[in-house]
Structures are given as structure tokens and as C-alpha cells.
């Protein structure tokens, strides 16, 4: 079972930065496509972020120019750095993996793949 353990949320003023980090099983990185997805109080999940096995990249909307999704193979890590921070970007964020295939945007169809997610990390912005 892949495991994953999200680090680095926290509360910071609208305009400000800040770096999630994901920490993953040995191998995932290599065999799993991986992202991060984020629910507010009341709304739906919504896929942020996305990257896949051969490190292409997809991006919601609403984050594009703003975020940026990337990995460490070496050090089984995945990061969200967030840049230009809004206060609708508060919610808690989750990583997450999976290997099912799909067609299209990855982003766009993430929260509908995933197979494994950590326990999500919060992230609010005033």
C-alpha cells in the first residue's frame, strides 16, 4: 500500500508563498502518477495540481501562473509551491496517487483516478 504524509500548510496573507511537500513510498514516484487535490468547507474536491510518471504536468485554472507541482525522485518527495496566495485557495490540501489510466487532462480528471491519499494538510489564506 502506498503511503503518503503531506507537510508544510499553514496560515499566511493573501499574496503570500507557501511549499506543501508530499512524502511517498519507495517507488512511487517511478510507477505513479501523483498530485494534489483541495476541498474548502462545502465544496467539492478539485483537482490543483497534477504530474505524471514521465513528469508531465497539468494545472487547474484557478492556479495556473500561481503553482507549481514538481518532484524529487530521489528523495520520494512531491511539492505544490504556491505562489500569489488568494483566499479562495484556502482549504485543506491532499496528495495523492494512482496508476489507473485515463484520458485527457490529468488535473481535470485527478479527483476521479486517485487511488491513495494522505491525510491533507491545511491552508489558509487571509
Known amino acids: 500500500e502506498v503511503q503518503l504524509v503531506e507537510s508544510g500548510g499553514g496560515s499566511v496573507q493573501a499574496g503570500g508563498s507557501l511549499r506543501l511537500s508530499c512524502a511517498a513510498s519507495?517507488?512511487?514516484?517511478?510507477?505513479?502518477?501523483m498530485g494534489w487535490f483541495r476541498q474548502a468547507p462545502g465544496k467539492e474536491r478539485e483537482g490543483v495540481a497534477a504530474i505524471d510518471s514521465d513528469s508531465s504536468t497539468s494545472y487547474a485554472d484557478s492556479v495556473k501562473g500561481r503553482f507549481t507541482i514538481s518532484k524529487d525522485n530521489a528523495k520520494n518527495t512531491l511539492y505544490l509551491q504556491m505562489n500569489s496566495l488568494k483566499p479562495e485557495d484556502t482549504a485543506i490540501y491532499y496528495c495523492a496517487a494512482g496508476t489507473r489510466s485515463y484520458t485527457g487532462d490529468l488535473c481535470s480528471v485527478f479527483v476521479g483516478r486517485f487511488m491513495y491519499r494522505g491525510q491533507g494538510t491545511q491552508v489558509t489564506v487571509s
Open positions: 519507495r517507488y512511487t514516484y517511478s510507477r505513479y502518477f
